[in-house]
């Protein structure tokens, strides 16, 4: 079985409270999400982080010309961030350039985002609907050799299915009370379903940050991570159908 992560989203628009959330998560939380907002509210963020030993997924999700978001890359990639995001859709030439950067964060291609439904995909020249469009881009992106793909969870199974092989990273997960109707995003889930899908990263924003007790929240939504089968459950498996 695939290794299963949580990624907190620290979308908050006051820095202070984006720190003060990273304390109380503690341990319980290893990969944080950084929006460009708060990358450019407070540019010692991302050292404080790293200084925490916490694995930063920087969302800036760049869609320009070639050299533009090589040149991009290779900042994200000094200030030593994990991963960050590209537009699938910008084409192969912007793919292939984020790819070739050096020094290189992980790149993660985003498909289409989790607040376009398929009539909001019609009104900008997109006929497919949302889950055909998904497997175009990322089909498109792992053959520019990108190391993951974002998605909604609602076309993980698919894009499993269709061969897509790279790490599967899915925003738009609701879990509690907390995680009620969302009016930004609209192809959501819970994350065992995300999870059970074919998703190796689930990133979870209100759910967490507008929880009583964030950890407990995170230690909650980390209890539905799939279990995996035990050698003896293996063994005895072999040879049937």
């Avoid at 070739?100 to 009104?123: E, H, Y």
């Avoid at 020249?125 to 881009?137: F, I, K, Y």
């Avoid at 076309?155 to 879990?175: D, S």
């Amino acid at each position: 079985m695939r290794e299963k992560g949580l990624i907190v989203a620290l979308d908050v628009e006051d820095p202070a409270e984006a720190r003060a959330l990273v304390g109380r998560l503690g341990s319980s939380v290893d990969f944080v999400k950084v929006p460009p907002t708060l990358a450019l509210k407070d540019t010692e963020l991302i050292p404080w982080l790293r200084k925490r030993r916490k694995k930063i997924f920087l969302d800036c999700k760049w869609y320009d010309i070639p050299s533009q978001v090589r040149r991009s890359v290779e900042a994200a990639g000094r200030m030593g961030v994990t991963s960050c995001t590209i537009h699938a859709g910008a084409g192969p030439a912007v793919i292939q350039a984020a790819v070739a950067a050096r020094p290189k964060p992980l790149i993660w291609a985003v498909t289409v985002l989790t607040s376009f439904s398929d009539s909001d995909l019609r009104k900008v020249g997109v006929e497919s609907r949302a889950e055909a469009q998904v497997v175009r881009l990322a089909r498109l992106a792992q053959s520019c050799g990108v190391d993951g793909i974002v998605c909604s969870p609602h076309e993980a199974a698919a894009l499993r299915r269709k061969g897509i092989k790279v790490t599967l990273v899915t925003p738009g997960i609701r879990f509690g009370e907390a995680g009620g109707a969302s009016k930004d995003q609209k192809r959501t889930s819970g994350p065992g379903k995300a999870w059970a899908a074919g998703a190796d990263y689930i990133v979870v924003g209100r759910s967490v940050l507008e929880a009583a007790d964030p950890a407990k929240a995170v230690r909650d939504i980390l209890k539905e991570k799939p279990k995996p089968a035990s050698r003896r459950g293996r063994s005895a498996g072999k040879g049937k159908p």
